[in-house]
T-cell receptor, first 115, second 113 residues
Framework: GQQLNQSPQSMFIQEGEDVSMNCTSS?????WLWYKQEPGEGPVLLIALYKAGELTSNGRLTAQFGITRKDSFLNISASIPSDVGIYFC???????????????WGLGTSLAVNP | NAGVTQTPKFQVLKTGQSMTLQCAQDMNHEYMSWYRQDPGMGLRLIHY???????DQGEVPNGYNVSRSTTEDFPLRLLSAAPSQTSVYFC????????????FGPGTRLTVL
């Protein structure tokens, strides 16, 4: 099945550094979602984006819906050790409407933070 | 609310054995789904259900059966386990009208020898 292109695949950073990751698609999306998965747990929704250009924050996390509708970005400022985990992007194609529309997932960005 | 619960947390099977992975949610969500997560493959949809008595196939349904007799429960059955089914399985649920807000269970790590 189709997947989103998510990069980087992994990051190893020092505590206090800012983090940026992105997700791209060859087709237009109506919704962009960012999830975090901690070790041994299921993914948890961090931020949902619904229109082109939208910029939304959740604490130290900020995500943007790209103006082309084919990409999205997630930034984490002043990283801390509990930011460790895998960050997934996901979204809905513009042509996939209705309540049963399925999510398209990226492969994740694995983040490690050195205290 | 307990949210989405899954049992067992870990399971080891031999090839050919059968088992059922349990999933329950107490949020009155109409929509429930099963995913498998494999290294380098991300999350792949196995089966989903939009309500009691209604199920449909996802991206990778072969080797798995599901049923939905109640709103709360959505078990996943492996009739004859194969090593290719070694994976981490996640159950998720949401309100049917909120495709953007999905809640995941903690996962079941399955190893098939």
């Amino acid at each position: 099945g189709q997947q989103l292109n998510q990069s980087p695949q992994s990051m190893f950073i020092q505590e206090g550094e800012d983090v940026s990751m992105n997700c791209t698609s060859s087709s237009i999306f109506n919704t962009w979602l960012w999830y975090k998965q901690e070790p041994g747990e299921g993914p948890v929704l961090l931020i949902a984006l619904y229109k082109a250009g939208e910029l939304t924050s959740n604490g130290r996390l900020t995500a943007q819906f790209g103006i082309t509708r084919k990409d999205s970005f997630l930034n984490i400022s002043a990283s801390i050790p509990s930011d460790v985990g895998i960050y997934f992007c996901a979204g809905h194609h513009h042509f996939n409407a209705g309540n049963n529309r399925k999510l398209i997932w990226g492969l994740g960005t694995s983040l490690a933070v050195n205290p | 609310n307990a949210g989405v619960t899954q049992t067992p947390k870990f399971q080891v099977l031999k090839t050919g054995q059968s088992m059922t992975l349990q999933c329950a949610q107490d949020m009155n969500h109409e929509y429930m789904s099963w995913y498998r997560q494999d290294p380098g493959m991300g999350l792949r949809l196995i089966h989903y259900s939009v309500g009691a008595g209604i199920t449909d196939q996802g991206e990778v349904p072969n080797g798995y059966n599901v049923s939905r007799s109640t709103t709360e429960d959505f078990p996943l059955r492996l009739l004859s386990a194969a090593p290719s089914q070694t994976s981490v399985y996640f159950c998720a649920s949401r309100f049917k009208a909120r495709a953007d807000t999905q809640y995941f269970g903690p996962g079941t790590r399955l190893t098939v020898l």
